[in-house]
């Protein structure tokens, strides 16, 4: 598949401190890729990065076009969805509320309304809470929320941030469940930074692990779930 996303030598720093160290990867149009670490390994500078949301050097491309030096609103405007750790709904605004803010950048009405009903189509819950102060969801609704609000965008790459952190097994089964329905129905590119190995892996068709800022393994999901070092630092067995 073509690359959608190429990133080269990609370094990033939080004042003086560097949280990047010349990393590179690509990501396959219409694919899902997993990014896995621990803690502090630089995974969500990555996502950063790519918005620029922090200091950079190195390469960026988006469908062949270069992201240095553009606004976080021009990448957004571009195509690209950032769904943040920690959510990052407007907790007073209602459910529908949210959903229009995250189409707040388009004018077709009625793509908006058809967006809107298909958002519910995939989080049904979503409309029976759409009158609903965001503030008020559980974490695994409240997550629903934050990725149907991205989708507004109509974006042809989603980067998610832990879509699993702080919730119940049941609810990252349906979360996961959902996210590789959108990528299979509307051919939404997914970047997916995930704690959860396990279930990243297998919704992934391939894979990068990355540790102090650099890239030190890259392969198919399935490769990187059957690799023993994996296995034992990420999978638990």
């Not at 690509?26 to 502090?40: C, F, H, I, S």
């Not at 029976?128 to 974490?139: C, I, K, N, P, V």
Request: charged share 20%; proline share 3%; glycine share 10%.
């Amino acid at each position: 598949m073509t690359a959608m996303l190429d990133v080269s030598d990609l370094r990033a720093w939080y004042g003086q401190a560097q949280a990047l160290r010349g990393l590179g990867f690509r990501l396959a149009e219409g694919g899902v890729t997993a990014l896995l670490g621990a803690n502090g390994a630089g995974k969500t500078t990555v996502l950063r990065a790519i918005c620029n949301m922090v200091r950079t050097a190195g390469t960026i491309a988006f469908e062949g076009r270069p992201l240095t030096g553009l606004s976080t609103a021009s990448i957004v405007r571009l195509g690209i969805a950032h769904v943040p750790q920690g959510r990052g709904t407007f907790t007073t605004m209602t459910v529908e509320e949210n959903l229009q803010l995250g189409a707040i950048s388009r004018s077709d009405r009625r793509g908006i309304i058809s967006d809107t009903e298909r958002m519910y189509s995939h989080f049904p819950v979503l409309r029976e809470r759409r009158r609903q102060q965001a503030g008020t969801l559980s974490g695994g609704e409240q997550q629903m929320l934050a990725v149907a609000r991205a989708l507004m965008l109509r974006p042809r790459l989603l980067l998610l941030d832990e879509p699993s952190f702080g919730l119940a097994p049941l609810v990252v089964r349906d979360v996961f469940g959902i996210l590789g329905k959108i990528n299979r129905e509307d051919k939404v590119t997914i970047l997916v930074v995930e704690q959860n190995a396990q279930l990243a892996l297998e919704l992934a068709e391939a894979a990068y692990v990355i540790e102090t800022g650099r890239i030190v393994m890259s392969g198919s999901a399935a490769d990187i779930a059957n690799n023993e070092d994996v296995r034992k630092s990420y999978l638990g067995y």
